[in-house]
């Protein structure tokens, strides 16, 4: 997998503040030879990898040439791209990152070159391992602004989901919630504001997923397809095919991805459940 070298992402970005003169090739100009001073993408093991990961509500992302070449960009594009809220959650992950001594980090809107469908279809279907293997998982709510985790439901303040920040909405964020040992989750500012063991009584509340599962994982309490067809019937992706594409992990199913075929993805992924399991409760949804 392709991972966020934490050390450099964070040297890169103050070097282009130029908070750190850096010297390279006898100048100073931060425009020349910095894609192999400053390599921030590089590809390790996540078997033997200590890593974080990030699980988030996309917003105005930035993409994996985008954080690749930020360095090459005009001085203009690159202050709009380091700008975007997208750039800013990258940074402040790294930061938590390195403040838990983790020296890589993967994000799922530039570890991935989405350009490449191969690569695109292999992540997609490695992911849920990837969280599984995480050292920490950081669950960032964007729209929470207290200090503290919600306890009860707020549909004047989060009015997208049932009263709950919109984190709990989305589709992929099903996975990430249940494959990874430690989910952290901070606020808006960065600040912590508790974990999933702790939270386990609320979490479970508001997904209907058993303490049990949300700590110690699938294998502790699953008993249908239909169960985490459950889990997921509220949530919402952006793409159609993302509605079946986000539960492949959950189910130990394997399929290529095919954009553009819509609800036929849904389908596919009943057959692949039925091929596997035989577990005929999958036809209820």
């Not at 390279?24 to 192999?36: A, F, Q, R, V, W």
């Not at 207290?146 to 989060?158: D, G, L, R, V």
Request: with cysteine.
């Amino acid at each position: 997998m392709l991972l966020l070298n934490v050390k450099a992402v964070l040297d890169r970005d103050k070097a282009i503040l130029g908070r750190d003169q850096v010297v390279l090739d006898g100048n100073t100009d931060i425009k020349e030879g910095c894609t192999s001073r400053f390599r921030v993408l590089e590809e390790r093991d996540d078997a033997t990898t200590a890593y974080a990961i990030l699980s988030h509500r996309w917003q105005h992302e930035v993409d994996y040439s985008e954080m690749v070449d930020l360095m090459e960009m005009a001085e203009e594009k690159r202050k709009v791209v380091r700008q975007r809220n997208g750039y800013q959650k990258i940074l402040a992950s790294c930061e938590r990152a390195e403040r838990d001594r983790i020296e890589w980090l993967w994000v799922d809107t530039c570890c991935i070159d989405k350009r490449s469908s191969s690569e695109l279809s292999e992540a997609i279907n490695s992911m849920y391992r990837w969280y599984e293997n995480s050292t920490k998982c950081y669950a960032y709510l964007h729209d929470v602004g207290s200090p503290t985790f919600p306890t009860e439901p707020n549909p004047e303040q989060f009015s997208k989901f049932k009263g709950w920040p919109e984190w709990f909405s989305r589709g992929w964020t099903l996975q990430e919630l249940i494959a990874p040992r430690d989910v952290q989750f901070f606020n808006n500012r960065w600040a912590p504001i508790g974990n999933k063991r702790d939270l386990a009584d609320t979490l479970e509340e508001i997904t209907h997923i058993s303490k049990d599962i949300l700590i110690s994982g699938l294998d502790s309490g699953v008993r249908s397809a239909a169960q985490i067809m459950s889990w997921a019937a509220d949530r919402e992706t952006t793409r159609v095919e993302d509605r079946a594409y986000s539960l492949l992990g959950l189910f130990g199913v394997h399929m290529p991805m095919l954009y553009g075929e819509g609800r036929s993805a849904f389908q596919r992924l009943q057959l692949e459940i039925i091929r596997l399991s035989n577990d005929h409760s999958i036809f209820a949804w």
